[in-house]
């Protein structure tokens, strides 16, 4: 009887060893940091923390702003990217927002202010486009006249699997 128990736990240890090898091979795609998910009206989003820290208005706290970029399967724009913020701007519509990918030359984007100042928007395949082959993003803006600038900077690694997972998930090409 000791060995009927010995065999079903050799057998039952031989199981557990071929599920978890074929999880192994159907290895995930490597997202680096950043988490996939759905978003507000059914949008499918990818999300990420910059690798920098802001002081808050107060000074006493620091905080990582977030880069999401989203897919919307029914509507248009379809593809939209935005940078989340817990400081507002002053801005009430618009802000330009200086853009540097991978080190090189910066150029300047007109962004929307959300609500509450706190969140930038770009609408458009075109800046997830840009990004798709980057390693690195590097976007900075003026909180306000006399308020000095804001800067995240994010480093991308997975972002094109993110990028393949939005689309999938979007029933759309990527861009």
């Known amino acids: 009887m000791g060995l009927g128990f010995m065999m079903r736990d050799v057998v039952a240890a031989a199981a557990l060893l071929f599920a978890a ?85 910066k150029s300047d984007e007109s962004w929307s202010v959300g609500p509450r100042g706190r969140t930038l928007v770009r609408d458009g395949d075109d800046g997830i486009r840009r990004l798709a082959s980057a390693n690195r993003l590097t976007l900075s803006w003026r909180f306000g006249l006399l308020s000095g600038r804001g800067e995240a900077d994010f480093e991308l690694a997975g972002l094109s699997e993110a990028i393949g997972q939005i689309a999938v998930s979007c029933r759309t090409d990527p861009p």
């Open 21 to 105: 090898a074929n999880g192994v091979a159907r290895a995930e795609p490597d997202l680096g940091n950043w988490s996939v998910g759905a978003g507000d009206n059914g949008q499918i989003t990818a999300s990420l923390h910059a690798s920098n820290k802001l002081i808050t208005g107060g000074g006493a706290l620091g905080y990582s702003p977030v880069l999401t970029l989203a897919c919307r399967p029914d509507g248009e724009p379809r593809w939209s990217e935005w940078l989340q913020l817990n400081d507002a701007v002053s801005a009430s519509r618009e802000i330009t927002v200086s853009v540097v990918v991978d080190g090189g030359g």
